[in-house]
């Protein structure tokens, strides 16, 4: 028992070290390339916003702020003017498949009833959204991935921020100091 304990509160140590990567190295890369119209930009910026509100209220752990924030998110998704993306028709197909999986995984955690299950619905959904991030861009932005790895049972799992702050969407209050900041996007 005492064992345990021991292994719990060492883990929990662990994650309040600062993030392997400083955020100043992180933005010190040269930007990458956002070559699409500026209305799917500004489409996309308004998704990643409410996507951001929504880590925010699992953070908090305010039920009605991530059901709220999940339907904007959904909304956002679904008229994500993704035909102004000027390229092949395999790839265009890939991010209408990925923006039609991330807004029926946003209708399931507006089905949900607790946070914990709407948590793991936001995992996928984070999962996808940075994909299609790394796909298009998000011209004049930097996008920050962090990770947890004591999420979900210790299998870990990863979000996306618009600043390298600590916060944790899937501890909540709990453990907001459980963040790892593994990769940065700047367009």
Partial sequence: ??????????????CNEPARQ????????EPLKAPYAQQFYDSL????DAYYDLAEGLSQGNVTYVDKWSAMLKQHMDSLPVQLLQVDSVK?????????????????????????????????????L????????????TVYRQYCPMAFDDKGAYWMSRSSKLQNPYFGN????????????KY
């Fill in 92 to 128: 265009l197909e890939a991010i209408r498949s990925a923006t039609g999986s991330i807004s029926a995984e946003l209708a399931g955690i507006l089905g949900e009833e607790t946070i914990a299950e709407k948590r793991a619905g936001f995992n996928m959904v984070s999962d996808m």
């Fill in 1 to 14: 028992m005492r064992s345990a304990i021991f292994l719990v509160i060492i883990a929990f140590l662990s």
């Fill in 174 to 185: 709990g453990m907001l100091g459980c963040v790892e900041v593994t990769d940065s996007l």
């Fill in 130 to 141: 940075y994909d299609i991030v790394q796909t298009t861009g998000l011209k004049g932005q």
């Fill in 45 to 48: 910026q308004v998704t990643m």
């Fill in 22 to 29: 400083p955020a100043e190295q992180a933005t010190a890369q």
